[in-house]
């Protein structure tokens, strides 16, 4: 069984950092694309940052040049990392998974195959 657990969520101050954590099992580590969605109240489900077993990324408009995603083979784990977290970012953000082999813009509009449980990010001014 696929499994996704977001981690990492919390309070910061506008311009701060957060890195998010993303620990999957139940799948070989391979031919996936991993990406982190965020939702924040009464906006639509938007796809922040993806990532494929073959090592390309992509970002959204509203965080390119701020968020890095990465991901760490030997423990099956992809990252987010936030620098210069704005007011806007605010939002509960999750982690899915897609083994398609779709392209992230498919999988990032039509949804992921697997989905875990959110993780809150606040940022206060």
Request: glycine share 14%; aromatic share 12%.
């Amino acid at each position: 069984e696929v499994q996704l657990q977001a981690s990492g969520g919390g309070l910061v101050q506008a311009g701060g950092s957060l890195r998010l954590s993303c620990a999957t099992s139940g799948f070989t580590f391979d031919g996936y694309t991993i990406g982190w969605f965020r939702q924040a109240p009464g906006k639509q489900r938007e796809g922040v940052a993806g990532i494929t077993s073959d090592g390309d990324r992509y970002y959204g408009e509203s965080v390119r040049g701020r968020f890095t995603i990465s991901s760490d083979n030997a423990k099956k784990t992809v990252y987010l990392q936030m620098n210069n977290l704005k007011l806007e970012d605010t939002a509960v953000y999750y982690c899915a998974a897609d083994f398609t082999g779709s392209t992230w813009y498919y999988v990032s509009h039509a949804g992921m195959q697997h989905w875990g449980k959110g993780t809150q990010v606040t940022v206060s001014s």
